[in-house]
């Protein structure tokens, strides 16, 4: 019987750090240091020197996700600190109807999903939009990190009063805005976060749908506005991609509510 107990005991440990693993960021790729990265926006980048960067790299680690990929679940432990290296990150909930609401996305250099360093849970789900390459750096490090450079610490808290004060400002006026507006501001937003290509092009992992749950209206909606916008000569539809021609345009009709971060 005693036997028989010990084993069942080891298999519960065993289920435990499967299941431990499981949680844990997956699909790790050849390690690229802090060092080599062109992310001059990272918080650890810009607040640590290479010297002390070179202390936490044994304890990063880089994660590759595909198109399409589940990089956290909404009510998952929070298990440690998500950097963007490279790609596009999508924040979300399922709304009314498992309607996907989108809550904001993060692009080279950005952290998201990160709350809290003491049992807390991840408030939204979130997956890769293109291929992205994601630097991980679990609690335990984190608290190392924050104890041994307090300017880290500061500016991490002021990054996310800065996004929950965005959240907040895009929540509020997409009460007060016409659809033009809601839509030229979805716009801006996207090109404020990843920019254009050389063709003046947004990224293509953005669609109507996306724009849409930017705007909180629905595809159909945007689409109508869109071609309102191509006649303008504010933007044109090519094929799936976006190009914005005239960003200063778009600002105009937003102006009223319009503030630069």
């Not at 289920?15 to 390690?31: A, T």
């Not at 432990?77 to 609401?101: H, Q």
């Not at 104890?147 to 991490?156: G, H, M, R």
């Not at 914005?244 to 937003?254: A, E, N, S, V």
Request: hydrophobic fraction near 40%; glycine fraction near 4%; aromatic fraction near 10%.
């Amino acid at each position: 019987m005693t036997i028989f107990t010990n084993i069942i005991y080891v298999l519960f440990f065993l289920c435990g750090v499967i299941l431990l693993e499981l949680r844990m960021p997956h699909k790790n790729s050849e390690k690229k240091t802090c060092a080599d990265c062109i992310n001059s926006n990272c918080l650890v980048k810009k607040n640590f020197t290479i010297d002390h960067l070179n202390n936490w790299e044994s304890q990063k680690i880089v994660n590759q996700y595909k198109k399409g990929d589940s990089i956290f679940s909404k009510d998952d432990s929070i298990i440690g600190l998500n950097i963007v290296m490279t790609g596009a990150v999508e924040l979300f909930l399922n709304g009314y109807d498992n309607k996907m609401e989108i809550v904001r996305f993060a692009g080279n250099g950005d952290i998201f999903g990160h709350i809290s360093i003491e049992n807390e849970n991840y408030p939204s789900n979130s997956i890769a939009k293109v291929d992205t390459v994601v630097c991980f750096f679990r609690n335990s490090t984190l608290l190392e990190m924050h104890q041994s450079n307090p300017k880290f610490a500061f500016e991490l808290i002021s990054f996310f009063s800065r996004n929950h004060n965005k959240t907040v400002k895009r929540l509020i006026q997409n009460l007060r805005m016409n659809l033009r507006e809601k839509v030229a501001e979805a716009l801006i937003t996207l090109y404020n976060q990843f920019g254009l290509d050389e063709n003046k092009e947004l990224i293509d992992c953005f669609n109507r749908e996306d724009i849409a749950s930017l705007a909180n209206t629905n595809a159909e909606q945007v689409s109508r506005q869109l071609s309102e916008f191509e006649k303008e000569k504010i933007i044109e539809k090519r094929s799936r991609r976006i190009a914005i021609l005239d960003i200063q345009k778009l600002k105009k009709i937003t102006h009223y509510y319009y503030t630069e971060f």
